[in-house]
């Protein structure tokens, strides 16, 4: 409990002390020993009302949650409930801490008038987080005033609540509303089935036109006849989204300011002002990870998630349900950048040894490097004939051919950089060559288009049955 002093008590302290502590030490007569008198009357006062009032908050229990779930850039209300087991108090505010992560909707001071024993009192807190990641509230203070008004007393709680804060979907949510609106098969087409199916179904004598791949020699062998495998088309396939989160994933992206769209809170976190708000390319993998997983849920598909950098820092098995995907998305939530090279050979060796069942992979990768381009070309043969994989990566900036006719450079630096792009796009091209003698397909949408073209994808696999 720490007390503080009232308005009362300074009015009082300027009307009285300093007058009487003036009177004290310039005169010698009987005014002097009133000057005393009164000191130690208003000390007396002081101290009595202290004392009195010590245990006012000790009485107050306050209950809070234990986790906070919130979403970047939205508002989150949680509610603080307070209980009074002594006599009732006219008044009681409250303040949390004011962390840099996150902004008060309204007053970040609450105020509570009464508070009245034997009843709880909730209070609600609407605060906007401004930052993806895992964090805590730590402290929260109460003050009342004190039984003479003398002075305001102060009570510290220490907090033990964790508020976890996702990544706003809501602007990729728009861009995909039509898959969002998908229930079932309604509204579908009827697409050509390149794959055949590789769940088994039954044994059937062999038909005119049935592939020989598909003759069981055995069964043939013990009924004189030929015989068929016949297999049926999977409903439910094994999805995974692998994520890389080394330094390359820190690479900026930005947004003319112009250009965001309002509400956007995706661009808010690292922007420093002038015409462009910063994000980085992680932030876009996870966005678009979460979106694959809800896609994927709708689809009945199991859905996994895994992230490397130098070594594979979260694997989760491909499950579905919703409670996977908040599993999922508490395990992608605190990701950050971290300053290492990513080994894709012990990325590949780990995928390798889980995933005995053919699946498609979805990466998540930044390939603008020529020399991580190439390690990841010389790991790729250890996974890519047992699964399909498809590899997506932001464009980056300047990366366009020369004389695409996007904008025309008016400076000598602009048309070095012109210049310094069409080199990365070159690089890019000869990349996806690469992959495509590996069966494997590398696309660079946009960062606005990178969750429409992955679930385009995975959409476009399931639907001609390619796993």
Same mark, same amino acid.
């Given at each position: ?354 995933? &005995? $069942?053919?699946? @498609?992979?979805?990466?998540? %990768?930044?390939? =603008?490097? #020529?020399?991580? *381009? !190439?390690?990841?070309? /010389? +790991? ?50 000869? &990349? $996806?060559?690469? @992959?495509?003698?590996?069966? %494997?397909?590398? =696309?660079? #949408?946009?960062? *606005? !288009?990178?969750?429409? /073209? +992955? ?13």
């Amino acid at each position: 409990m720490r007390p503080v002093p009232n308005k009362l008590l300074l009015w009082i302290a300027f009307f009285f002390v300093i007058p009487a502590c003036t009177i004290l030490f310039y005169d010698d007569g009987a005014a002097r020993f009133v000057a005393i008198v009164c000191l130690l009357g208003i000390v007396l006062v002081c101290l009595g009302d202290f004392f009195l009032s010590r245990s006012l908050l000790k009485a107050v229990d306050l209950e809070v949650p234990e986790l906070i779930r919130g979403t970047k850039g939205r508002t989150t209300t949680f509610y603080l409930d307070f209980s009074l087991t002594g006599s009732d108090l006219e008044w009681v505010r409250y303040g949390l801490n004011a962390a840099p992560f996150f902004r008060f909707e309204s007053d970040p001071i609450g105020r509570i008038s009464p508070l009245k024993a034997g009843r709880k009192t909730r209070a609600a807190v609407e605060i906007i987080p401004l930052q993806r990641g895992g964090f805590s509230l730590d402290v929260l203070f109460l003050e009342t005033r004190s039984q003479l008004g003398l002075w305001l007393m102060r009570r510290r709680f220490d907090l033990a609540v964790e508020l976890r804060v996702y990544p706003d979907l809501t602007l990729e949510r728009k861009r995909l509303a039509s898959l969002f609106l998908m229930r079932g098969q309604d509204g579908t087409h009827i697409v050509r089935q390149v794959g055949k199916g590789r769940d088994f179904e039954q044994l059937r004598e062999y038909q005119p036109g049935d592939d020989y791949v598909d003759i069981d020699w055995k069964a043939t062998a013990r009924r004189g006849i030929p015989v068929t495998r016949t297999y049926q088309i999977e409903k439910t396939q094994e999805v995974y989204v692998v994520v890389d989160h080394s330094r390359l994933s820190a690479r900026e992206i930005r947004v003319p300011i112009k250009e965001n769209q309002g509400g956007d809170w995706l661009y808010e976190e690292q922007s420093s002002g002038g015409d462009y708000l910063v994000t980085t390319q992680l932030e876009k993998f996870l966005h678009c990870s979460l979106i694959l997983a809800s896609v994927a849920e709708r689809q009945g598909d199991h859905f996994g998630f895994v992230s490397f950098a130098d070594n594979v820092s979260r694997f989760i098995r491909g499950r579905n349900g919703k409670e996977h995907y908040n599993l999922v998305r508490d395990a992608l939530y605190t990701l950050e950048p971290e300053p290492v090279a990513p080994d894709f050979e012990q990325l590949m060796i780990a995928l390798r040894q889980r995933l &005995t $069942r053919r699946a @498609l992979l979805i990466m998540l %990768v930044d390939l =603008s490097d #020529p020399l991580t *381009a !190439e390690q990841f070309f /010389e +790991a790729l043969p250890l996974i890519n004939r047992q699964h399909l994989v498809l590899v997506n990566m932001v464009k980056p900036e300047h990366a366009y051919p020369l004389f695409s006719g996007r904008v025309d450079p008016e400076t000598i630096s602009e048309v070095y950089e012109e210049l310094g792009g069409h080199f990365q796009w070159q690089e890019i091209r000869e &990349t $996806r060559n690469k @992959l495509h003698h590996l069966g %494997v397909e590398l =696309s660079t #949408p946009d960062h *606005a !288009e990178l969750c429409t /073209e +992955a679930v385009t994808q995975y959409l476009n696999v399931k639907s001609r049955q390619l796993i």
